[in-house]
Nanobody
Framework: VQLMESGGGSVQAGGSLRLSCTAP????????MEWYRQAAGKQREWVSS???????YYADSVKGRFTISKDKAKDTVYLQMNSLKPEDTAMYSC?????????????WGQGTQVTVSP
């Protein structure tokens, strides 16, 4: 099943972007969602998660600046990114999470590029 990420772009430091991730039927299948990012030449790192029941989690590097949320009716998760820093530059991807087979059956999407200039 295909994921669709969008919302990336180029901004100056201090700016904001809102990323979107749509995953068909992830809500009805009680999946959570995780955002990851991978900067050039670096390993993929976890950024934020939202559980099926709405609990949110953040990496220390983004805590207080990023907010994850979801629209159940649209099967879409958002990552609001404020006070962006050059070190936030990366390809951002999302992936459903959870114990059900459906949650684990998604392929990685193409991701969405975020570029933050000084």
């Amino acid at each position: 099943v295909q994921l669709m990420e969008s919302g990336g772009g180029s901004v100056q430091a201090g700016g904001s972007l809102r990323l979107s991730c749509t995953a068909p039927r992830f809500t009805s299948n009680s999946c959570g969602m995780e955002w990851y990012r991978q900067a050039a030449g670096k390993q993929r790192e976890w950024v934020s998660s939202i559980s099926a029941d709405g609990r949110t989690y953040y990496a220390d590097s983004v805590k207080g600046r990023f907010t994850i949320s979801k629209d159940k009716a649209k099967d879409t998760v958002y990552l609001q990114m404020n006070s962006l820093k050059p070190e936030d530059t990366a390809m951002y991807s999302c992936k459903p999470s959870g114990s059900r087979d459906y949650c684990r059956g998604f392929d990685w999407g193409q991701g969405t590029q975020v570029t933050v200039s000084p």
